[in-house]
């Protein structure tokens, strides 16, 4: 890249690195990837161009002043967090979608909180200045890597939980659903798991409602079966997240290739966590 400094501007700089930086074709995009589907291709790439009499969006973030402390998490006003829904957006292009993918290959194994703005920006091979193109802070970046992952649990759980099937088919179901899922997003889910304690503000409590709502509708179906005597008495809350943690369990030890296939490993998950919940008298 060049970097002739008395020729261009800050933003043009950022723009002709952004579009070095652009790889076609890269085939996948940043998010979770829905169980037992292939993920979706990232949109075509788009170009930033920066005009020298106007400062663009690019511009002024590389010109203020870089902090670790700062963050995108709470710049929208109410209303319009409500009218977005604060959740992650799509990528720009299929560059930002490789960094996004990098950054979870990167972080999975712990090591996001104590790792620089910097730090990340070298490891993701990218300078701070583009990295703030892509990604208004490290929070952001954080945000986009775990922010959707309550959402697709809980969008997948609903129409399961809403179903006419018996409650210990259901929870079956649900578990299930839930073992896959974590199974074939493992980086993303072991983030998730060590990192989400450091959203703050409207983010956390975004991710905190999904996460309310998702074991919401597992304890329903728990309750449902305590009616019927099939589950045994206790809170259903407590239950549920029981299940669950067995499940979860699963992304400390489970390597591809190994001993049982993801799906025939997500099967027998969700069948010995519900023989668990079963009430002694529905036991065979």
């Not at 788009?46 to 010109?63: L, M, S, V």
């Not at 074939?184 to 304690?197: C, G, K, Q, S, W």
């Not at 991710?207 to 074991?215: I, Q, T």
């Not at 400390?252 to 490993?265: C, I, K, P, R, Y």
Request: glycine share 8%; hydrophobic share 40%.
């Amino acid at each position: 890249m060049s970097t002739d400094a008395t020729d261009r501007t800050d933003g043009e700089e950022i723009a002709a690195e952004v579009d070095e930086a652009i790889v076609p074709e890269v085939g996948t995009s940043a998010g979770l990837r829905p169980a037992g589907r292939g993920r979706a291709r990232a949109k075509n790439p788009t170009r930033a161009r920066a005009k020298p009499e106007t400062k663009t969006h690019a511009e002024a973030d590389a010109n203020a002043p870089c902090s670790d402390a700062d963050s995108g998490a709470d710049d929208l006003s109410d209303a319009e967090t409500e009218a977005k829904g604060d959740r992650p957006i799509g990528v720009k292009n299929d560059r930002e979608a490789q960094l996004i993918e990098q950054a979870i290959a990167l972080f999975s194994n712990g090591g996001y909180g104590e790792t620089s703005l910097q730090e990340i920006a070298d490891k993701l091979g990218i300078t701070r200045p583009l990295f703030y193109y892509y990604f208004k802070s490290k929070d952001d970046l954080l945000w986009r890597l775990i922010g959707h992952v309550g959402d697709a649990l809980r969008d997948g759980a609903r129409p399961i939980a809403a179903s006419d099937a018996d409650p210990v088919d259901k929870l079956r179901m649900l578990l299930e659903a839930h073992a896959t899922a974590l199974l074939e997003n493992r980086d993303t889910f072991r983030i998730y798991f060590a990192e989400r304690h450091l959203l703050e503000g409207k983010r956390h409590r975004t991710l905190k409602r999904g996460e309310d709502e998702y074991f919401g509708l597992i304890a329903q179906v728990i309750a449902q079966g305590q009616r019927t005597s099939e589950f045994r008495k206790a809170n259903r809350r407590v239950l549920a997240h029981l299940a669950t943690g067995q499940i979860n369990s699963l992304l400390t030890w489970f390597e591809q290739g190994g001993m049982m296939s993801a799906d025939d490993l997500a099967e027998l998950a969700a069948a010995v966590a519900v023989q668990g919940l079963l009430a002694p008298s529905a036991v065979k």
